[in-house]
């Protein structure tokens, strides 16, 4: 779906990032592409009283995330409350080793987005969203798995957040150290990060005549 945002989400009092400006991103083609590689997310919300952070998996379909979950879920409940929530997705990108321990950090690309989750009942629209979730984490999925029954589905809660207030911030680029400290003999650098899929493990219960199917023996998340 392409959305219908604008190409540059505008800073509001709570999106305007203040530590490390620079590295601040309103750009919408930007933030749909962090969103889309990740392949977590953290649901941040209240419950009575108390910060929670939950980890789950998202998917982005033009101008809403998704996420979906048991209706007995907490998180789910506290979404559909109407409750504020804040989305946040995480993709480190390197280490970066700095001459000073002060200075060492992180290169990353990360989206915050507040928002108010809305409910999606129609079960056309969670059987796309449970097709699109799908082919997120693994594309090409969906059509060979059985897909959920309309049983499945009515006992599947599934979110909408609004991409309406966002944010990212990304780092790159070698250490930053303090003058005098690139003096030091000390190893500094970046060590590079990626994730990376290891080999397929074949479950025990495999019927023979199966073989892998390309889209799992090749996988690869960007
Ligand atoms: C992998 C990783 C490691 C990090 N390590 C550290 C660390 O060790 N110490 C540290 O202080 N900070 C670290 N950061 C940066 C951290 O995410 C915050 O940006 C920083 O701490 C400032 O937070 P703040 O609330 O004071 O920012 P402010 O600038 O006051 O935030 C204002 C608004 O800017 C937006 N914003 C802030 N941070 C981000 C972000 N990361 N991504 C998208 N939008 C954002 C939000 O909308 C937020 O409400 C790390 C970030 C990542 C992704």
Not at 16 to 37: P, Q
Not at 75 to 94: E, F, N, Q, Y
Not at 173 to 192: F, H, K
Request: glycine share 6%; aromatic share 6%; charged share 25%.
């Amino acid at each position: 779906m392409i959305p219908k945002k604008p190409t540059s989400f505008d800073p509001t009092a709570r999106t305007t990032i203040k530590r490390s400006a620079t590295r601040g991103i309103y750009d919408r083609v930007a933030i749909d592409a962090i969103l889309d590689e990740a392949l977590v997310c953290h649901i941040g919300f209240v419950d009575d009283g108390q910060p929670v952070v939950i980890p789950t998996i998202h998917v982005r379909i033009g101008d809403n995330v998704y996420i979906h979950g048991s209706h007995a879920s907490r998180m789910i409940k506290r979404l559909l409350s109407g409750d504020p929530a804040c989305l946040t997705v995480t993709l480190v990108d390197g280490l970066v080793l700095a001459r000073s321990v002060f200075h060492h950090s992180m290169n990353y690309r990360s989206v915050v987005v507040f928002a108010k989750g809305f409910d999606v009942p129609d079960m056309n629209q969670k059987r796309d969203i449970s097709h699109a979730l799908t082919d997120h984490v693994v594309p090409g999925r969906w059509f060979e798995a059985r897909q959920p029954s309309d049983k499945e589905l009515a006992a599947t809660a599934f979110v909408g957040l609004p991409l309406d207030e966002c944010s990212a911030k990304a780092r790159t680029g070698p250490p930053i150290d303090d003058q005098e400290d690139y003096q030091l003999d000390v190893w500094a650098g970046v060590i590079p990060m990626t994730l990376s899929a290891g080999k397929p493990i074949d479950d025990d219960k495999l019927q023979t005549v199966i073989v892998t199917p390309e889209y799992v023996s090749q996988y690869k998340r960007t």
